[in-house]
């Protein structure tokens, strides 16, 4: 089976890494690029935190950018440290990597993967639109060499984990969400309509340390540590008790999964202002619609199946 040509654009906190983690273990993807936006942590620490998961997985030299530092909407709001840790990772400490980034432009570098796997490339954003806007604002072209763009972010009907009806990444940078869901690029969005449905407990991760291949102990080890953080956070936040939403992991699973989703598509815009609505994704169901592109939706899941299917790239087989 030819490998899927896979761009990651994340912030990389504890869930970030495990979908991370994921996808560098699966059998069918190769990881061609990653880039960092600031959101859980600052991109330069998420593009840190990257080059230790690469490490962590025994990865091949793969390009790491680090991206903007603000969003197109203003200053960042700072770390997310109550759910992710100060470091980004749960408070684990991991080794010092010899690995070094890519010292280019993020816009030229998602430009150049564009150019080079062109009508393969296939998008997963984890954090944050800015750098994908910033591409499309500098590159228009890019979003015809796309081949689909799967995103972690929003609701159309579960609630808001930011604000009554906004989830954090499309809240952090609005605007930058709006534009890329009006660029025409062929777009799935695994939010939290998914997300909160598919629940990560620190059973399955312990269950795990007993079945794993041995390439995969270490990695195993510290999503076992980096969750003990994690899941007091999601305590904190949405009264979880022991488990946790599975947000960007899933939506690498909804890339590689998407038999396990019922998807609908709805022309789609994200409201950029507001005291209480901003980062709602807003759909039009009129005969006669607001200026919108469609976009896909991720509305249901095979929760069970989804977890199985997280789990199945670190077990012996």
């Given at each position: 089976?030819?490998?899927?040509?896979?761009?990651?654009?994340?912030?990389?906190g504890?869930?970030?890494?495990?979908?991370?983690?994921?996808?560098?273990?699966?059998?069918?993807?190769?990881?061609?690029?990653?880039?960092?936006?600031?959101?859980?942590?600052?991109?330069?620490l998420?593009?840190?935190?990257?080059?230790?998961?690469?490490?962590?997985?025994?990865?091949?030299?793969?390009?790491?950018?680090?991206?903007?530092?603000?969003?197109?909407?203003?200053?960042?709001?700072?770390?997310?440290?109550?759910?992710?840790?100060?470091?980004?990772?749960?408070?684990?400490?991991?080794?010092?990597?010899?690995?070094?980034?890519?010292?280019?432009d993020?816009?030229?570098?998602?430009?150049?993967?564009?150019?080079?796997?062109?009508?393969?490339?296939?998008?997963?954003?984890?954090?944050p639109?800015?750098?994908?806007?910033?591409?499309?604002?500098?590159?228009?072209?890019?979003?015809?060499?796309?081949?689909?763009?799967?995103?972690?972010?929003?609701?159309?009907?579960?609630?808001?984990?930011?604000?009554?009806?906004?989830?954090?990444n499309?809240?952090?940078?609005?605007?930058?969400?709006?534009?890329?869901?009006?660029?025409g690029?062929?777009?799935?969005?695994?939010?939290?309509?998914?997300?909160?449905?598919?629940?990560?407990?620190?059973?399955?991760?312990?269950?795990?340390?007993?079945?794993?291949?041995?390439?995969?102990?270490?990695?195993?080890?510290?999503?076992?540590?980096?969750?003990?953080?994690?899941?007091?956070?999601?305590?904190?936040?949405?009264?979880?008790?022991?488990?946790?939403?599975?947000?960007?992991?899933?939506?690498?699973?909804?890339?590689?999964?998407?038999?396990?989703?019922?998807?609908?598509?709805?022309?789609?815009?994200?409201?950029?202002?507001?005291?209480?609505?901003?980062?709602?994704?807003?759909?039009?169901?009129?005969?006669?619609?607001?200026?919108a592109?469609y976009?896909?939706?991720?509305v249901?899941?095979?929760?069970?199946?989804?977890?199985?299917?997280?789990?199945?790239?670190?077990?012996?087989?």
């Amino acid at each position: 089976m030819k490998k899927l040509k896979v761009l990651i654009d994340a912030d990389t906190g504890v869930d970030d890494s495990i979908a991370l983690l994921y996808t560098l273990f699966h059998p069918h993807v190769e990881v061609v690029g990653i880039s960092t936006v600031c959101g859980n942590v600052e991109a330069w620490l998420a593009a840190e935190n990257t080059l230790k998961i690469l490490d962590l997985a025994g990865a091949p030299s793969i390009p790491v950018v680090a991206g903007e530092e603000k969003s197109l909407c203003g200053e960042w709001e700072g770390r997310v440290s109550f759910i992710h840790g100060d470091n980004g990772l749960g408070n684990v400490t991991l080794p010092d990597t010899s690995r070094q980034l890519k010292k280019q432009d993020v816009s030229q570098f998602h430009m150049e993967l564009a150019d080079k796997y062109q009508g393969e490339l296939v998008v997963i954003t984890l954090g944050p639109l800015t750098n994908i806007a910033r591409t499309l604002r500098r590159f228009p072209e890019f979003a015809g060499k796309v081949k689909h763009v799967f995103m972690m972010g929003g609701t159309l009907s579960m609630r808001g984990n930011v604000s009554p009806v906004a989830e954090a990444n499309f809240a952090c940078d609005p605007k930058a969400c709006d534009e890329v869901f009006m660029s025409g690029m062929d777009i799935t969005v695994a939010g939290l309509d998914v997300t909160m449905k598919t629940r990560l407990r620190k059973e399955h991760i312990d269950w795990l340390a007993g079945c794993c291949r041995p390439v995969c102990e270490q990695s195993v080890d510290y999503m076992s540590k980096a969750l003990v953080h994690y899941l007091k956070g999601n305590q904190t936040q949405n009264y979880c008790m022991g488990d946790c939403p599975l947000h960007d992991p899933l939506a690498v699973i909804c890339a590689l999964a998407p038999e396990l989703f019922s998807i609908e598509k709805k022309k789609a815009r994200i409201e950029c202002g507001g005291t209480y609505c901003r980062g709602m994704v807003v759909t039009d169901l009129r005969e006669h619609t607001f200026a919108a592109e469609y976009v896909n939706f991720a509305v249901d899941v095979d929760a069970e199946r989804a977890i199985r299917e997280l789990m199945s790239v670190f077990w012996e087989n």
